[in-house]
C-alpha cells in the first residue's frame, strides 16, 4: 500500500524526515499567483476533529517551481503536486508547466476559497489536454452525488481520485458565541470525517473503479484498511502528522499485523473487499501510476 | 526534534498555574524559549509549552487552565506518560551583555530555565492579580507588579530586553525597546511547520511562529 501526505498537512522541506516516511510527498495547493492565506485564527480543535482556514497559503506557481520544487526534488521522493486555482484555464495552465513529477492533485473542493466557476469535469477535460501526466481529482464530501462527480471526471480524463477533501464546519467561542477562525467557517478533518470519507470511498469506487487515494481521519492500520477494503488504493494521512510525526511507520506496521493477522501478505489482497459480490464498475483498468 | 513518551513526576499549584514536573527521558531540553509539544489526554491535537525549568532529569512545563487541552494537561497525576515532542522552534539568543527579563501573566512560563541560563539577571514581571503573582516566586531577582500598575513602567530602557508575555505587554515593551527579544504566542495544531495554523504578521508578511519563531527581534 502507498502511503501519502494528505496535502497542506506537512511541509517536506520543514521537515524532510517525515517527508521521507512517505511513499510519496503531496505539495501545498499551487495556485497561478502566490497566496499569503487567511488571516488568523487559522485552527480551531472540537470535540470531534480540526477546523482550519489556512486558505491556500502558497508561493504561487512561478515561485514553487523556480524555488521550492527543486529543492523537493532533492529530498528524494516522488512528488504529487496539488494544484489550484479559480478558473479551468489557470488549473490547466499550472499543469501544463509541470513536469517530471510522479502525479497532478486537481484541488477541486477546498473549502475556504471561493470555488471556480467550471464543474469539476471541465477542470478535468481542460488539465488533461495539457498534461500527460497521471491525474487525480481531489474531491469535496459535501458533493449531493459524489459517485457521479465520480463518474464525469473518469470521462472527462482523471486518471484517480483523492478522497476526500475536508468538509465545512463551524467553532464558536462558548463565552463569547462569536465564530474563533476568522473567517467563521473551516474545513473539518480528524475522526469526525472518517466515517465520511469511507463512505466518498465506498461509493466513488462501485461507480469508477478508478485509482483512489482514500484519506480522512486516519489515524492507525486499521483505519487505512477499512478504507482499502471500501475501494482506496493508496492511503493519505493529515491531521495525525500534527500530534504524531511518526504516524506513517507506525500505521504501515499496524497494517502489516491487521493483514497478518487474516493471514495475509498485501493489501492488494483486500481492496475492495467490502463490495464483495456487487458489482464493481471495472471498465478503466485498475493501475496506480 | 524527538518525540518520547514521558511520565509525569509530579503537579504543583502555582497560584492559578500548575507545574507540570515529568522525566525527561531521552528528550534535550534545548534553548529557553524553545518549545515541546505536549500531548494532552483525550484531546486531537497536542498543546505548545515552553520548558519552565530543566532541572537533571526533569522537564517541567508552567501551564494556564484556561481550555480542555491545557486542563487535561493540569490534571495529569504521577505516572501517567504522555507524548512529548521538541525541543521546537527558536529560542531566546543569550549572547546579551545586560539581560533585563520582561514577563507578564503566564509569559513568566519560560524566564526561570532563561534566567538560569543567564546567570539570574534582573526581572521584572506583571500580573493580573496577586494571586497569579505567586508565580513571580519561580523567577530570581525578580521584581513583580500587579493591575492596575503595567511591567513597562519597571522596564530599564537602556538593557537588552528578553520578554514574554501577552501581545499588548509585547508590544508596548516593542515601543520602548526596539530591539527586544520577543516571545510571541499563536494557536499550533502541530510545531513543526507541517499545519500552517500558527501564522502571524512578521514584518507585513505572514509566517508561521513555529519555524521563524517563537523568539522574534520584531512584531508579530
Redesign the interface.
Known amino acids: 500500500m502507498l502511503l501519502l501526505n494528505a496535502s497542506?498537512?506537512?511541509?517536506a522541506l520543514?521537515?524532510p524526515d517525515?517527508a521521507r516516511s512517505l511513499d510519496a510527498f503531496v505539495t501545498?495547493t499551487i495556485t497561478p499567483l502566490p497566496r499569503?492565506?487567511n488571516?488568523?485564527?487559522?485552527?480551531?480543535?472540537?470535540d470531534v476533529?480540526?477546523l482550519?482556514t489556512?486558505g491556500l497559503?502558497n508561493p504561487g506557481r512561478d515561485g514553487f517551481l523556480a524555488d521550492v520544487l527543486p529543492r523537493l526534488r532533492s529530498i528524494g521522493i516522488p512528488i504529487w503536486v496539488s494544484v489550484g486555482g479559480f478558473a479551468a484555464a489557470e488549473y490547466a495552465d499550472t499543469c501544463a508547466a509541470l513536469e517530471d513529477v510522479a502525479a497532478i492533485e486537481l484541488n477541486l473542493s477546498c473549502p475556504n476559497v471561493d470555488e471556480a466557476p467550471e464543474s469539476a469535469a471541465e477542470i478535468v477535460a481542460a488539465c488533461r489536454k495539457t498534461t500527460g501526466l497521471p491525474l487525480y481529482a481531489k474531491l469535496s464530501p459535501a458533493l449531493p452525488d459524489i459517485a457521479a462527480v465520480a463518474v464525469a471526471v473518469q470521462e472527462a480524463g482523471a486518471d484517480g481520485l483523492s478522497l476526500v477533501n475536508t468538509i465545512r464546519g463551524l467553532k464558536l467561542d462558548r463565552a463569547t458565541l462569536r465564530p474563533v477562525l476568522s473567517r467563521e467557517v473551516g474545513g473539518l478533518s480528524?475522526?469526525a470525517l472518517r466515517p465520511i470519507a469511507l463512505a466518498a470511498v465506498h461509493a466513488c469506487y462501485r461507480a469508477t473503479g478508478m485509482p483512489i487515494v482514500g484519506m480522512g481521519g486516519v489515524a492507525t492500520g486499521g483505519d487505512a484498511l477499512e478504507l482499502i477494503a471500501a475501494g482506496a488504493e493508496a492511503v493519505a494521512v493529515g491531521?495525525i502528522?500534527?500530534?504524531?510525526?511518526?504516524a506513517p511507520d507506525r500505521i504501515r506496521g499496524e497494517l502489516e499485523a491487521e493483514l497478518a493477522g487474516r493471514g495475509l501478505a498485501d493489501a492488494a489482497q483486500v481492496r475492495g473487499i467490502a463490495h464483495e459480490d456487487r458489482e464493481v464498475n471495472t471498465k478503466k483498468p485498475l493501475q496506480f501510476a | 526534534m524527538r518525540?518520547e513518551r514521558l511520565t509525569v513526576r509530579a503537579t504543583e499549584p502555582v497560584g492559578p498555574y500548575t507545574l507540570l514536573r515529568v522525566a525527561r527521558g531521552g528528550l534535550e531540553p534545548g534553548i529557553p524559549g524553545q518549545f515541546f509539544?505536549l500531548?494532552a489526554p483525550g484531546?486531537?491535537?497536542?498543546r505548545p509549552m515552553s520548558v519552565c525549568l530543566a532541572p537533571p532529569g526533569e522537564l517541567t512545563f508552567l501551564i494556564d487552565p484556561i481550555g480542555?487541552?491545557t486542563q487535561a494537561l493540569c490534571a495529569c497525576e504521577p505516572g501517567d506518560a504522555i507524548?512529548v515532542?521538541g525541543p521546537l522552534g527558536n529560542g531566546y539568543r543569550l549572547d546579551v551583555e545586560r539581560p533585563l527579563l520582561v514577563g507578564g501573566g503566564i509569559g513568566v512560563a519560560p524566564l526561570p530555565f532563561l534566567s538560569e541560563r543567564l546567570g539570574h539577571p534582573p526581572a521584572v514581571l506583571g500580573f493580573r492579580s496577586d494571586w497569579h503573582a505567586e508565580a513571580a516566586a519561580l523567577v530570581p531577582n525578580a521584581e513583580t507588579i500587579v493591575e492596575p500598575g503595567l511591567v513597562t513602567e519597571l522596564v530599564d530602557l537602556s538593557a537588552d530586553v528578553l520578554a514574554c508575555g501577552p501581545e499588548p505587554m509585547l508590544r508596548a515593551v516593542r515601543e520602548l525597546v526596539p530591539d527586544a527579544q520577543l516571545a510571541w504566542e499563536?494557536?499550533?495544531?502541530?510545531g513543526?511547520?507541517?499545519?500552517?495554523?500558527?501564522?502571524?504578521e512578521i514584518e507585513g508578511?505572514?509566517k508561521r511562529l513555529c519555524?521563524e519563531g517563537p523568539v522574534l527581534r520584531v512584531a508579530a
Open positions: 497542506g498537512c506537512l511541509d520543514a521537515a517525515v501545498k499569503e492565506g488571516r488568523p485564527v487559522r485552527i480551531a480543535e472540537t476533529g480540526m482550519n489556512i497559503a480528524g475522526p491531521t502528522l500534527f500530534s504524531d510525526p511518526s | 518525540a509539544m500531548e484531546r486531537l491535537l497536542p480542555p487541552g507524548s515532542f499563536a494557536p499550533m495544531a502541530c513543526y511547520g507541517a499545519c500552517y495554523g500558527c501564522a502571524v508578511e505572514l519555524v
